[in-house]
């Protein structure tokens, strides 16, 4: 069975996944030459909250409706949760208010015309969908993003270094096969000989922390470029509900992104009714 985002889509994980990646995204914007954003596991792009997966999940309920909920009885934002809301509205204007953005349509937004956007997607009905969202808000977007219709662990050797010479790769596998971890750090390995410099943000489930950290560290085996990890459990890390939490392995992060990730996963985690913890931690220092 393939991987549906849609049963998913505006999870708390899905709102903390975005938040980081605009904050990398800004943290890059800080120097004015323009760099790649090169999305692995791009999705269709745009999901509607009110189909009939979603509906059945309801785990939009408890990410971004909740955090709009929050938003709307008053409660005070940081400016990076605030931006995201912002992008999501932007995006809904005149269209369906159940409509939420995947991460490469999320990423086109905020990117400037000076930076180039590929998001690979294997599956070529989703990649064609990824497409249509694109066109449908290419006025939001200043850049021509690319669809890439392959695989996304390949593309990290095709396209890597970019021409720019700077970059962010997005890896967000879905996890459902086997030997996912084994082609995770291959890539990862790989990404890293061939753009050394390259930001590399990894996406992973927390589902009982102690695996989490096995996981990040069977991972970084030989790698010696600063790791950062962003975890914002929502449950307790080894409560009994399944996906408890939310990671991002931040590889070769750029400056200040730890400190502000410490002011806004706190808030963030309040804002969701969250009663696990929002840490930052780093694992490779350089």
């Not at 997005?170 to 061939?194: C, F, M, V, W």
């Not at 410099?197 to 489930?205: E, T």
Request: charged content about 20%.
């Amino acid at each position: 069975m393939q991987y549906k985002h849609t049963f998913h889509a505006g999870n708390f994980a899905d709102v903390h996944k975005h938040i980081a990646l605009l904050q990398l995204i800004h943290a890059l914007q800080k120097k004015a030459k323009g760099f790649l954003f090169l999305d692995t596991h791009a999705g269709s792009g745009l999901y509607d909250l009110a189909g009939s997966d979603a509906r059945h999940s309801g785990e939009s309920h408890e990410g971004v409706a909740k955090l709009q909920q929050s938003v709307a009885a008053g409660a005070p934002l940081h400016a990076a949760i605030a931006d995201y809301l912002a992008r999501i509205e932007r995006i809904r204007e005149g269209n369906s208010s159940r409509l939420y953005p995947g991460s490469p349509l999320l990423a086109a937004t905020a990117l400037r015309d000076v930076d180039v956007c590929i998001a690979v997607e294997s599956q070529a009905q989703v990649s064609r969908a990824l497409q249509r969202a694109f066109d449908q808000f290419a006025f939001l977007i200043p850049s021509s993003p690319r669809v890439d219709n392959s695989d996304g662990y390949a593309a990290i050797k095709r396209l890597l270094p970019p021409s720019l010479r700077r970059g962010l790769v997005l890896i967000d596998p879905p996890y459902e096969s086997a030997d996912e971890e084994k082609q995770i750090a291959a890539a990862l390995a790989d990404g890293l000989t061939r753009f050394e410099q390259g930001v590399f943000a990894l996406w992973y489930p927390i589902k009982r922390q102690h695996e989490a950290d096995l996981f990040t560290a069977r991972l970084l085996r030989g790698i010696s470029r600063p790791a950062l990890a962003l975890e914002l459990c929502v449950n307790p890390a080894d409560h009994a509900a399944g996906l408890n939490g939310s990671g991002m392995l931040v590889i070769n992060p750029p400056w200040q992104f730890d400190s502000e990730a410490r002011d806004w996963q706190p808030q963030l985690l309040q804002l969701l009714g969250g009663t696990g913890e929002a840490t930052v931690k780093w694992l490779l220092h350089e």
